[in-house]
């Protein structure tokens, strides 16, 4: 397997943001596909044991991603990313947003901003992405959401699964 | 849920205030006075006592009296509700990002 690539995750809990940087050991213009095409997107988006459904995808600016996260007892839930700015292959960014199958956003949930950077390191990539909400209180209902239609469960179950293989 | 929805509310609502966050900042390094507290963050001790209370209906801090001194220090329980939700995110990423490698070495391969 590969040698071990950087994994930093900060949380700025006064600035509600969230901030990834991840190495890949790849080419920068395939890391970047990988984010930018559905049928990739499809592979690797959703955490496991879900899955990724791309419904459709307008990868430009103003254009959107319309897809649904699925658990393997058939829960769905929907998201769509919008596209604010892109850059092939330095950044894009995009505001995410709750929404049902027909892509219609649900009003009441407030949206994240996502800036995506990728750099070339060599032979590998990185991606340093920050996601971050408006206001405290914005981040306070999409917890409360997330508690609400079952996600939360499921990530626990994440944890625990993450936990074991850990131990492994 | 209800409990739970109130809860939250009363936290994001304490943690709303820069002066607040400071002395949950503060707290993170051991218990304190309420007045070398307000010295600390030059308030009048009547306006400072209000944002004790506000920590203290949110359940983030608790205070106890000793003679002529109140101490305060943190409560972790109810932070941990945020923290909780931070973590799970981190989670997510990683996993997420462990697929992406797979998809990558596949991609490669090819």
Redesign the interface.
Known sequence: M?AH?Q?D?V?D??NNT?T?K?E???QRQ??WD?HTKRE?LD??????PLTTKTKSMDFQNGGHWLYAMIEPAGPEYWGRMDYETIRPIDNYTAFDGFCDATGALNPDLPRAKWDVTFTEQGPRTLVHTVVAYQS??A??QV??M???DGM?ST?ER??EL?VSLSKR | ?DN??AS??SI?HA??DPTR?AVIQRLGQGEASVSDLAMRFDMALPSFMKHIGVLEVAGLIGSKKVGRVRTCKLEPTKLA??EK?????????????K???????N??GK
């Open positions: 590969t690539l994994f995750f949380v809990k006064e969230m990834v991840r890949f050991d790849a395939l890391v990988c990739l592979q690797w988006f959703a955490p496991k405290a209180e981040l306070q917890i409360d997330g508690m609400k939360t990530m994440l944890d993450l | 849920m739970y929805q939250l509310d994001f943690l709303a966050r509700v945020v939700w931070y973590d799970d995110q981190r989670a997510i990423w990683d996993a997420r990002y697929n992406l490698d797979n998809l990558l070495n991609l490669k």
